[in-house]
């Protein structure tokens, strides 16, 4: 069954606080990326990759890195954490043909202190 | 620039009614449009896609209109159920593919009462 699982679930750190966010994905897509959802806004695009070792600037990428390790998984890391970036944080991904739904996970909730 | 409105921000509803959402946008070019349920703490699901100038689709009780000239899409939903309470969330696409852009509404809360 495809499936797109984040950990953890929640996290709360502080600031200055070292993060890293997981995402794994088991449908074989080529496409993994990294959203963060706040109140008023849609999804906005911190990172993406289309494959092992490759990654791509979304549009809100200040104070994140991002690691595409294998086909499967793909990090989130927030090195130096501000309250700012509390947020709730999406994973999802993709096949290269965006007329396909991207699959969702279920999302980490992130709390800077 | 917020891209993709979408109204209203939040409806009440009593199980059984019907609503209609509605998504404005001006992504262009506009490849195509993807409405997403997202319950309570947990990821986006696909609910319907509308590629075409005129599209309309159906899933069970959702059913979706797109007009591209007017960059316009709603979304219906017959005889709600509890479970239907949710956000959902317009989503347009600028691209066939991966490599282009996704542009999200913040979307619409709906709760349904009994």
């Known amino acids: 069954e495809a499936a797109v699982t984040q950990s953890p679930r929640n996290k709360v750190t502080v600031t200055g606080g070292n993060v890293t966010l997981s995402c794994r994905q088991t449908n074989s897509h080529n496409y993994m990326y990294w959203y963060r959802q706040d109140t008023g806004h849609g999804l906005r695009l911190i990172h993406y990759?289309?494959?092992?070792?490759?990654?791509q600037i979304g549009d809100v990428p200040d104070g994140y890195k991002a690691t595409r390790t294998t086909q499967e998984d793909f990090f989130l890391l927030l090195e130096l954490a501000s309250p700012s970036q509390t947020s709730l944080y999406f994973c999802?991904?993709?096949?290269?043909?965006?007329?396909?739904?991207?699959?969702f996970g279920e999302g980490t909730r992130l709390s800077v202190l | 620039k917020t891209q993709v409105e979408q109204s209203p921000q939040s409806l009440v509803v009593r199980q059984g009614e019907n609503c209609v959402l509605q998504?404005?946008?001006?992504?262009?070019?506009?490849?195509?449009l993807r409405w997403f349920k997202q319950d309570t703490g947990k990821g986006l699901v696909s609910l319907t896609v509308l590629v075409h100038e005129n599209d309309k689709t159906s899933n069970g009780r959702y059913s979706a209109t797109l007009d591209k000239d007017a960059k316009h899409s709603t979304l219906h939903i017959t005889a709600t159920l509890l479970d239907d309470t949710a956000t959902y969330i317009c989503?347009?696409?600028?691209?066939?593919?991966?490599?282009?852009?996704?542009?999200f509404g913040a979307g619409t809360q709906l709760i349904v009462i009994p």
């Open positions: 999802a991904s993709s096949v290269t043909d965006n007329n396909q739904a991207p699959l």
């Open positions: 990759s289309y494959g092992a070792g490759n990654l």
């Open positions: 989503v347009v696409g600028d691209r066939g593919s991966a490599l282009g852009r996704l542009h």
């Open positions: 998504c404005n946008y001006s992504v262009t070019p506009d490849n195509h």
